[in-house]
Nanobody
Framework: QVQLVESGGGMVQPGGSLRLSCAAS????????VGWYRQAPGKERELVAA???????IYGNFVKGRFTIASDNAKNTVYLQMASLKPEDTAVYYC??????????????WGQGTQVTVSS
């Protein structure tokens, strides 16, 4: 089973940038879709962005052009470049891969998460 490992989280000031990485132990697009999700304390998990094996991307409505998801298939890694970060972006960010976004929760492979804190 392919394992996913996130990295790149940390603390950043409002307006700052971070790049998260999701490295797979095997061929990352052995799955149909890879997504970044986040969960803040007391809130439900939400989709941040996802990329399909063909390169199609989708983003959560709250992203509003601030984040970019991209893949490097040679490195079996998916990135989430985040800019113009806001305090409300503070959350644990998870990488997940699976057959579809709709079934990710039940049948996807998930990483352990990386904390992103946006604070002055």
């Amino acid at each position: 089973q392919v394992q996913l490992v996130e990295s790149g989280g940390g603390m950043v000031q409002p307006g700052g940038s971070l790049r998260l990485s999701c490295a797979a132990s095997g061929r990352i697009f052995s799955f149909n879709v890879v997504g970044w999700y986040r969960q803040a304390p007391g809130k439900e998990r939400e989709l941040v962005a996802a990329i399909g094996s063909g390169g199609a991307t989708i983003y959560g409505n709250f992203v509003k052009g601030r984040f970019t998801i991209a893949s490097d298939n040679a490195k079996n890694t998916v990135y989430l470049q985040m800019a113009s970060l806001k305090p409300e972006d503070t959350a644990v960010y998870y990488c997940a891969a699976g057959p579809s976004i709709m079934t990710m929760g039940a049948s996807g492979s998930w990483g352990q998460g990386t904390q992103v804190t946006v604070s002055s």
